[in-house]
């Protein structure tokens, strides 16, 4: 196992630039996730490790050796990908065995890996099938099965989950962090599903246009986002922004104003900012409260446009004063109908607030 660490990675594709001077590090059998939008860069970083994609600029540490300058082989990793890339006409022993096969490993060694990994994994009973006969899952944990034997000193899994189902899905999560936990690898994983970032991750790292956003661990970027990228990326249903000013400064934090009337005190540090000053206020679905059963005046007030009903909660978007749709989660047996008038509470402390470039403000 090894730590990997970039130091001002950068690259290009001619005067294209896809990857913006990133400085990580990945620590000794951490757990990193790579998430952003679609194009953001992250399968191209998850490359430049793996030695996919030449470096264009800085440098990459695996395990202390600067490996710029080496081969996939060389740097002791192995990747998933997103395509399961078996052979068809190998029964699952062979296709985990045979890269073993081309390093020239003994039989009896090759054999003990595959067991060791099909145990692991519990695809004892699936050794002599071929991949026609195995399950979209079983597939795939025959490519991570692939990965283990070579043991690596680091694991890349780009976007492993995207050709499976819903409930699929769901298990091989479960599957791949309880293969992390037991054999304690270094891994890297990219994905666009921040479900799967928070679910996994010790550490997630947020990208957008080659930059990175933010790194830490799941609810820090989920309590304490550092601008409004990141704090609408992660979360589910995204987070709601409302344009505002600041009513005034207190040392209990800024008093903004809310459409509709009112205002709401929001317990952050002022920063520089005064009364007068443009921000946009922060709320998650799941932080809007019942107005009255809070026993609050702070709310916000509108009209229930659409309802999902999703079980265990309802998400309703909401048309506020200012024509602004907002989406409130609220229990899934909430008597809701489209077109009725709605008032949610908004409690202040679960508010954020951020400046005109977007940053946020500090909490108190």
């Known amino acids: 196992m090894a730590e990997v660490v970039l130091k001002n990675v950068s690259k290009d594709f001619g ?6 001077g990133v400085d990580l590090s990945i620590a000794d059998g951490e757990f990193a996730v790579f998430v952003g939008p679609s194009g953001c860069g992250k399968s191209t970083l998850l490359r430049l490790v793996a030695g ?38 190998m029964t699952v022993y062979e296709n985990m065995a045979f890269g073993l096969s081309l390093s020239g490993g003994g039989k009896a060694e090759i054999d003990a890996a595959v067991r ?28 991570i099965g692939r990965a283990i034997v070579r043991n690596p000193r680091v694991f890349l899994f780009d976007e492993p989950l995207s050709n499976l189902d819903a409930a699929l899905r769901v298990q091989m999560r479960i599957e791949i962090a309880k293969l992390h936990k037991e054999i304690g690898a270094t891994m890297v994983y990219v994905t666009h599903d921040q479900v799967e970032a928070m679910t996994l991750a010790d550490k997630i790292v947020v990208l957008n246009a080659g ?57 952050v540090r002022p920063d520089g900012l005064s009364a007068g000053d443009m921000v946009t206020l922060g709320i998650r679905p799941e932080h809007f409260g019942d ?72 909490r108190l």
């Open 291 to 362: 107005l009255a059963e809070s026993g609050s005046e702070t709310g916000l007030s509108g009209t229930v446009d659409v309802i999902e009903h999703l079980g265990e909660a309802t998400l309703a978007y909401v048309k506020l004063a200012d024509g602004t749709l907002a989406t409130a989660k609220i229990p899934g047996d909430a008597a809701l109908r489209e077109g009725q008038d709605i008032r949610l509470a908004l409690p202040g402390s679960q508010c954020h607030l951020f400046r005109g470039d977007e940053t946020a403000l500090p």
């Open 116 to 143: 060791k990994a099909a145990d692991i994994l519990e695809l004892t009973p699936l050794l002599e099938r071929l991949p026609k006969q195995l399950s979209g899952g079983q597939r795939q944990r025959v490519a």
């Open 15 to 20: 005067s294209v630039k896809v990857i913006r």
């Open 211 to 267: 930059n990175v956003e933010q790194v830490g661990a799941p609810l820090e970027l989920y309590h304490h986002p550092r601008n409004m990228f990141v704090a609408g990326f992660i979360g589910s249903p995204k987070m709601n922004f409302l344009a505002t000013r600041v009513e005034s400064v207190s040392e209990k934090g800024l008093e903004v104003a809310l459409p509709g009337g009112g205002s709401v005190t929001v317990p």
């Open 52 to 89: 996919l994609e030449d470096i264009s600029g800085g440098d990459l540490y695996i395990g202390g050796d600067r490996a710029n300058a080496k081969s996939p082989k060389e740097r002791g990793i192995a990747m998933v990908f997103q395509s399961y890339a078996l052979y068809p006409h």
